[in-house]
């Protein structure tokens, strides 16, 4: 069955990087367009980032544009999140899900990893 496995979280200080890389299996990886997705404790999840099938097209989140990358190794079957200069408000559950289709639902999700940010 596919499953997607996020890891590299953890803590850090403010001002700190982190990476994050979700691993894909039972998926033809490179026929995904693959995002990255946060939820804090007591909000809503939203969208981090994303990145097509072939790394052409990336899209961010305002609020992390500038100081997160994303990136995909299509012979690893994983993507990766480079988070730098990080905030006390990037404290998220961190999860990443792949997408076939070209609409914004995603067909698959990780379980998602724990990022906190402390001064």
């Known amino acids: 069955q596919v499953q997607l496995v996020e890891s590299g979280g953890g803590l850090a200080q403010t001002g700190g990087s982190l990476r994050l890389s979700c691993a894909a299996s039972g998926l033809t990886f490179s026929s995904y367009h693959m995002g990255w997705f946060r939820q804090a404790p007591g909000k809503e999840r939203e969208f981090v980032g994303s990145i097509s099938r072939s790394s052409i097209s990336l899209y961010y989140a305002d609020s992390v544009k500038g100081r997160f990358t994303i990136s995909r190794d299509n012979a690893k079957n994983t993507v990766y999140l480079q988070m730098n200069s990080l905030k006390a408000e990037d404290t998220a559950v961190y999860y990443c899900?792949?997408?076939?289709?070209?609409?914004?639902?995603?067909?698959?999700w990780g379980q998602g990893t724990q990022v906190t940010v402390s001064s």
């Open positions: 899900a792949a997408r076939r289709g070209l609409g914004i639902s995603y067909d698959y």
